[in-house]
């Protein structure tokens, strides 16, 4: 077998929307012996990052974890357990990643209404309220902070409509996660996906942090 060298990494200034740079308090933890995931000291960890999370999240819903995928894993992990085939869901797009949630949520067998707006500018409440009195509607999901253009979306009005007529408010916070407000119970948020090499600055692939309301 070949050998290998010791691995090395040059030293990059990450200014990027993703992956940023790790505190070095966050590379230290990376560097602490492994445990097995049936370690008891391996709940505790989690019960913590749990703890953690839901403070960051301003949340007391229990069913709040995190797992090892990429930001696209928490989107799917939401859309395919809250759609049916033939469920209607409306989708709002001002950037990449409105796109990606109606292309999973169309996987998933659900009538896709879309509520777009131009990149670079917030989804409009009346088109969403329009939007949402047109169908019966299962689902909106909406992004909270639109990485291919840094766009913040306002939520609380948007969660109000959505209420009003019984749907689910599923969330993308993957950029706005730690960066801005997010208020999950205050703004009656229902789902919503996260991840942690933005605005967290923890390595990137690390807990992706989806949630859902508690039936």
């Not at 602490?32 to 403070?55: C, N, R, S, Y």
């Not at 869901?89 to 990449?96: E, F, P, T």
Request: hydrophobic fraction near 40%.
């Amino acid at each position: 077998m070949e050998n290998f060298g010791e691995m090395k990494t040059s030293t990059r200034v990450l200014m990027g929307p993703g992956p940023s740079d790790a505190h070095p308090r966050v590379l230290r933890a990376m560097a602490t012996p492994l445990i097995g995931h049936l370690d008891p000291e391996f709940l505790v960890v989690m019960d913590d990052i749990k703890a953690m999370v839901q403070e960051t999240l301003q949340t007391k819903n229990p069913l709040t974890f995190v797992v090892s995928a990429p930001g696209s894993a928490g989107m799917e992990t939401c859309l395919v357990n809250l759609l049916e085939p033939g469920d209607e869901a409306v989708i709002c797009i001002h950037g990449v990643f409105g796109t990606r949630l109606a292309d999973i949520a169309e996987r998933c067998g659900a009538k896709v209404i879309t509520v777009e707006a131009d990149w670079g500018t917030p989804i409009n409440a009346e088109d969403v309220k329009k939007a949402l009195a047109s169908c019966n509607p299962k689902l909106l999901a909406i992004v909270h902070a639109e990485t291919s253009t840094g766009v913040l979306q306002p939520l609380e009005e948007i969660s109000k409509m959505t209420k009003e007529v019984g749907a689910l408010l599923v969330v993308d916070a993957v950029t706005s996660y730690c960066g801005t407000a997010l208020k999950v119970d205050e703004w009656g948020i229902d789902a919503l996906y996260s991840g942690s090499q933005k605005c967290l600055s923890a390595p990137r692939d690390f807990p992706r942090l989806p949630l859902a309301k508690q039936q």
